[in-house]
């Protein structure tokens, strides 16, 4: 059985390659998706619309069009990777562990110790906290190897 796995977060390091290519390199039987990771495509999918003269307006289309793709993927994954980096807030990220939750769909936070504090509802809800893909990839072999 394939495991569906879906890749949330911080999009600024390969965090997402390390974690498919250890994966691919293992050959665990295990599927990724993802939100758009491409900054410009994002903020203008909604674009197709109509254009805005108001700013809100045109990122409030393009939240609602990313929103099908993130609802969709993450309802159809069995797991998530919620990843949280030090640089920029992870708004979206925090939605998509919080829809998670909301979901009964379990999830693993990645982030640094840094971060614990202000993460600290999200990471009561996760079901394992990690700091480095490496132990990422573990649980995921774990969890791949029980089915």
């Not at 254009?51 to 289309?61: I, L, T, V």
């Not at 993927?73 to 979206?92: C, H, M, P, T």
Request: overall charge negative; aromatic content about 8%.
């Amino acid at each position: 059985m394939t495991l569906n796995v879906y890749l949330s977060g911080e999009i600024h390091t390969d965090w997402r390659n390390q974690i498919i290519e250890s994966c691919r390199e293992q050959k665990l039987d295990i599927a990724f998706t993802s939100a758009n990771t491409d900054h410009e495509s994002s903020d203008a999918a909604g674009d197709v619309l109509g254009p805005e003269e108001n700013g809100f307006w045109r990122d409030h289309k393009s939240a609602k069009v990313n929103a099908i793709r993130t609802k969709t993927l993450i309802e159809k994954s069995d797991v998530a990777i919620i990843r949280f980096g030090d640089k920029y807030k992870q708004w979206n990220a925090a939605f998509d562990a919080g829809y998670c939750a909301a979901l009964g769909k379990p999830y693993i936070t990645l982030h640094a110790e840094e971060i614990i504090h202000p993460l600290k509802e999200v990471d009561a809800a996760a079901m394992a906290w990690a700091t480095t893909t490496d132990q990422v990839v573990e649980i995921l072999k774990y969890v791949v190897n029980d089915l």
